[in-house]
C-alpha cells in the first residue's frame, strides 16, 4: 500500500467522525463566535433584519458591566477554594483507601464514586432539602449540638460555600481513583526503607508520597479547576444565582444573558470570554507539565 | 392455540375500531399551563372535552422558573404550542417576536367573551398597539396587608388613605412599640422586590420610559419622589433595610414585628393558615394608599392571559378552550379551586366571592390599575430595579445618584429599541 493510498483509507474511516464534530461542535463554535460580534437579541428573533454587526461591542460591554465582575469573581471564588477542597478530600480519600489497615476497599471505593455517577441535577435537589432551613437534615443534626437554623442557600454569605461543600462532595470520587492508581505505583520499597531509616508517617507523606504523585496532582489539579470553571448546573438547579448574586457563575451568567434575556450576541461573547480564561489555565498546566517531566 | 388466537382477533378488533373512531376528526390541541394552574386546570379541562366531544387537550404542566426560557426557545425551535398561559408582562416579548394571534376576530363571534366586563386596567395589558392578544384568565394586583388591632391602637379605625397618613401612622406605632420597649417595623418593605417602588413612581405620574419607550425616565422628577418616600421609610426605620430580619413573614404578623406589607392575593390564603390563630379576626386587607386625594392609589394589573400561537393548526378550537376557560362561569370554578381571582366583574356578584371579606379590597383596587410599559426589556429593567431599591434601603447610594445610574442602565438596555425607533421600525 503506498502511503497515500494509507491516507486516504484513514480518512476514509475518520470521516464520520470527522463530520459529527464538525456539524455539531466545529459550525456552532463558529457561528457563536460570528455571533459574538453582532448584537442579536429577541428583536432579531423576530426578524433577521434587525441583526447587527457591532464589532467589539458585545465584549466592551461585558467589561462594563458590574454583574460580570461579581460573576467572574464568584467564579474564582469556588475554582480557588473548591477545588483545593476537592483535591485535598480526593487525595485524603485515596490515602485511606490505599491504607494496609482499611477493610471493605471495593466497597467503599463503590460508595465514595456513587456521587460521581449519579445526576447532578437529581443530587442538587435533595441537597437542597438537606440545606432546607427549617426541615433541613443539616440543620436538624447541627440543632442537636446547639447550634440554631442557618439559611445555608438564603444567606448571601453561606450560599457559596453550600454550594462548594455540594460540589466537592459530588465530584472527589473521580479525582480519588485517579490518586488511589497513583498510589499504587508508587514503589513499596521505598516506604519500608524510610520506616527502617525511623522516618515517621508525616515525614514519609511529604518526601515519599507528594513527590511520588506530583504528575497526577498537577493533572488532577488542572482537570478539576478546568471543570470548576465552568460552574452551572449547582447554582442553576440551587440558587438560580442568589441570594444577591452571590452564585451567579460566569456560564450561568451567560445562560441568562442567552435564554433569559435572549441577548445571544452578548451571551456569545461571555462564551469566548470564558474560553480565553479557560485556555490560559490550560496553557499554565502544559507549562507546569513540562517542568514535571 | 385457538383460545389464544381469539385473543388476538380480539386485540386487532379494538385496535382497529380504536384507530377509526381517532379517524373521525378529534382535534387534539396542546395547552401550555405554568405552575400550580397547570395542575388545577386539569379538573376543568375534563369538563370541557365533555361538552367539546371532538377536541381532545394536552396538557403539559411547566414550572414558571423555567417557563419563559422554555417558551422562546420554544419559538426559536417552531415547536409552540397551540393556547398558552402567559404573564400578561410577557406579552410584549411574544408579540415582538410576531408569535401570537390576534383574537379580535374570535371575540367577535363569541357569545361567552365580553371584554367590557373585564377591569380594563388588566385588559389594556393585552392590547398591543391596539391589536388583542391575550383574553385574561385570571387577575392579580397588590395591595396592603394589615394588623387591625396595631392601627386602632395608633387611632386609626380605618386603614389610611394616603401616604402621609401611613407615614403618620408608621411613627405612632413605632413611638408605642418602643414606650413599651418592643420593637416593631410597621410598614415592611422588602428590598428585594420591585413591586412598591413601580408603584409608589406609577402613582406619583411618572412616565418611566420616554422618546416612544426608548429610553430611561427613572431620573425625573416623578419617580425621585417616589423613591425619596422609599428611602424616607427605611430611613426613620419603618422597615427594615435588609432580608435577614424578616426570616418568616407569618410569624412576624403575628408576633406585631411588622404591620403593614404589600403583596397579592395569594396571601390571603397563607394568611388564613399561618397567622396564629388567636389573631385571625385582627388582620385585614385594604387597597393601596395614594401620592394624591383619589383613593384608591393606582395600582399594577398583574395576573396571566390565555394566548393562541399563530403557528397553531387548530386556532378554532384553541379559541374554544380560551373562550369556555375565561367564561364567567368557569373562572368563578377556577376561583373556588385555586383561589385566583376572576377578570370579569360579574363573577365577583357569585357568592363565593361575595362571602369572602379580605377579596373586597382587591375588587376596589383592580378598578383602578395601569398597565406599565409595554416593552419586552421591562422584566429585566424592574428587576435590574431591584438592586438600586437595595441601594437605597442601605444607604449605599442617595436617591439622585441612584436614580441617575440607573437610568444609565436602563438606556444600555433600550439601546437597540432607541436605533430601531430612529430607523422608523418602530
Known amino acids: 500500500m503506498t502511503s497515500n493510498a494509507r491516507t486516504a483509507t484513514a480518512w476514509i474511516f475518520l470521516s464520520p467522525a470527522m463530520a459529527v464534530i464538525g456539524i455539531f461542535f466545529v459550525i456552532p463554535v463558529l457561528a457563536a463566535f460570528v455571533l459574538s460580534f453582532t448584537d442579536f437579541d429577541i428583536y432579531s428573533l423576530g426578524n433577521w433584519n434587525y441583526i447587527r454587526f457591532i464589532g467589539f461591542q458585545n465584549y466592551l460591554r461585558i467589561l462594563d458591566t458590574p454583574l460580570f465582575w461579581k460573576a ?24 485511606m483507601l490505599n491504607s494496609k489497615l482499611a477493610k471493605f476497599k471495593s466497597l467503599y471505593r463503590t460508595i465514595y464514586f456513587l456521587p460521581v455517577v449519579s445526576s447532578l441535577i437529581a443530587v442538587a435537589i435533595i441537597w437542597r432539602y438537606l440545606y432546607h432551613p427549617a426541615h433541613g437534615l443539616l440543620n436538624y443534626v447541627l440543632s442537636t449540638v446547639g447550634i440554631s437554623p442557618v439559611d445555608w442557600l438564603g444567606d448571601p454569605a453561606l450560599a457559596m460555600p453550600a454550594i462548594i461543600i455540594m460540589a466537592v462532595w459530588k465530584n472527589f ?76 457563575s460566569i456560564v450561568l451568567l451567560m445562560y441568562e444573558q442567552g435564554f433569559r434575556w435572549w441577548s445571544m450576541g452578548y451571551a456569545a461573547a461571555i462564551a469566548f470570554v470564558l474560553f480565553i480564561i479557560i485556555l490560559f489555565f490550560t496553557l499554565l498546566q502544559m507549562l507546569l507539565q513540562r517542568s514535571v517531566k | 392455540m385457538i383460545q389464544r388466537l381469539h385473543y388476538i382477533v380480539l386485540v386487532l378488533i379494538v385496535f382497529a375500531s380504536g384507530c377509526t373512531r381517532q379517524d373521525e376528526k378529534i382535534t387534539t390541541i396542546k395547552f401550555w399551563g405554568m405552575g400550580n394552574e397547570g395542575e388545577m386546570v386539569q379538573s376543568l379541562i375534563k369538563e370541557f372535552e365533555r361538552r367539546n366531544p371532538t377536541i381532545k387537550v394536552e396538557v403539559q404542566q411547566i414550572p414558571w422558573t423555567a417557563a419563559h426560557e422554555k417558551l422562546l426557545t420554544a419559538f426559536a425551535g417552531g415547536s409552540t404550542p397551540d393556547v398558552c398561559q402567559l404573564g400578561n408582562t410577557w406579552l410584549p416579548e411574544f408579540t415582538v417576536l410576531n408569535s401570537l394571534e390576534p383574537l379580535e376576530p374570535f371575540v367577535q363571534q363569541s357569545a361567552l367573551t365580553d371584554l367590557k366586563d373585564i377591569f380594563p386596567g388588566v385588559l389594556k395589558t393585552n392590547i398591543l398597539d391596539s391589536v388583542l ?48 420597649n418592643t420593637v416593631c417595623y410597621p410598614f415592611f418593605l422588602p428590598t428585594n422586590e420591585w413591586v412598591p417602588a413601580i408603584v409608589l413612581g406609577m402613582q406619583s405620574g411618572g412616565n418611566f420610559l420616554k422618546d416612544k419607550d426608548s429610553q430611561g425616565n427613572f431620573k425625573g422628577k416623578q419617580f425621585t419622589s417616589a423613591f425619596t418616600l422609599m428611602s424616607e421609610i427605611y430611613r426613620q426605620e419603618y422597615s427594615p433595610s435588609g432580608m435577614q430580619l424578616i426570616t418568616n413573614l407569618y410569624n412576624s404578623f403575628s408576633d406585631g414585628l411588622i404591620a403593614m406589607y404589600i403583596t397579592g392575593p395569594w396571601n390571603i390564603g397563607e394568611f388564613s393558615r399561618r397567622i396564629a390563630p388567636e389573631l385571625q379576626n385582627e388582620w385585614m386587607t385594604a387597597p393601596m394608599p395614594s401620592m394624591d386625594s383619589l383613593s384608591p392609589g393606582v395600582s399594577l394589573p398583574l395576573g396571566t392571559s390565555l394566548a393562541i400561537f399563530r403557528k397553531s393548526e ?59 410599559p409595554q416593552v ?17 434601603a442601605t444607604g449605599t447610594m442617595t436617591v439622585d445618584a441612584a436614580l441617575k445610574q440607573f437610568d444609565g442602565e436602563v438606556d444600555v438596555m433600550l439601546e437597540k429599541r432607541r436605533w430601531m425607533v430612529e430607523k422608523g421600525m418602530k
Not at chain 1, 476537592?86 to 485515596?94: E, P
Not at chain 2, 362571602?355 to 375588587?363: G, Q
Open chain 1, 72 to 95: 467572574l469573581k464568584n467564579t474564582f471564588y469556588f475554582v480557588l477554594i473548591g477545588g483545593p477542597l476537592s483535591v485535598a478530600v480526593s487525595l485524603g480519600t485515596a490515602m
Open chain 1, 173 to 248: 470520587g473521580y479525582n480519588m481513583l485517579i490518586f488511589i492508581a497513583g498510589l499504587q505505583n508508587i514503589p513499596e520499597d521505598l516506604y519500608e526503607a524510610a520506616h527502617l531509616d525511623g522516618a515517621s508517617w508525616s515525614q514519609q507523606f511529604k518526601e515519599i508520597t507528594l513527590p511520588m504523585l506530583k504528575p497526577t496532582t498537577v493533572f488532577v489539579v488542572m482537570i478539576t479547576i478546568i471543570g470548576y470553571f465552568q460552574l452551572f448546573a449547582e447554582p442553576y438547579v440551587m440558587t438560580q444565582g442568589g441570594p444577591l448574586n452571590s452564585t451567579t
Open chain 2, 133 to 180: 392578544f391575550g383574553i385574561p384568565w385570571y387577575v392579580d394586583t397588590r395591595l396592603v396587608y394589615y394588623r387591625k388591632d396595631i392601627l386602632k391602637q395608633a387611632g386609626y379605625a380605618e386603614f389610611p388613605k394616603t401616604w402621609k397618613d401611613v407615614l403618620k401612622a408608621s411613627k405612632i406605632i413605632q413611638q408605642q412599640a418602643k414606650a413599651k
Open chain 2, 314 to 372: 387548530h386556532k378554532g378550537a384553541a379559541w374554544k378552550l380560551i373562550e369556555f376557560l375565561t367564561s364567567v362561569e368557569q373562572s368563578i370554578e377556577f376561583y373556588k379551586i385555586t383561589g385566583n381571582l376572576p377578570p370579569r366583574r360579574s363573577a365577583w356578584q357569585d357568592s363565593a366571592l361575595a362571602s369572602n371579606i379580605y377579596i373586597k379590597a382587591f375588587y376596589q383596587q383592580l378598578q383602578r390599575v395601569d398597565p406599565l
Open chain 2, 376 to 392: 419586552p426589556e421591562w422584566e429585566q429593567i424592574v428587576i435590574r430595579l431591584q438592586t438600586y431599591v437595595e441601594y437605597i
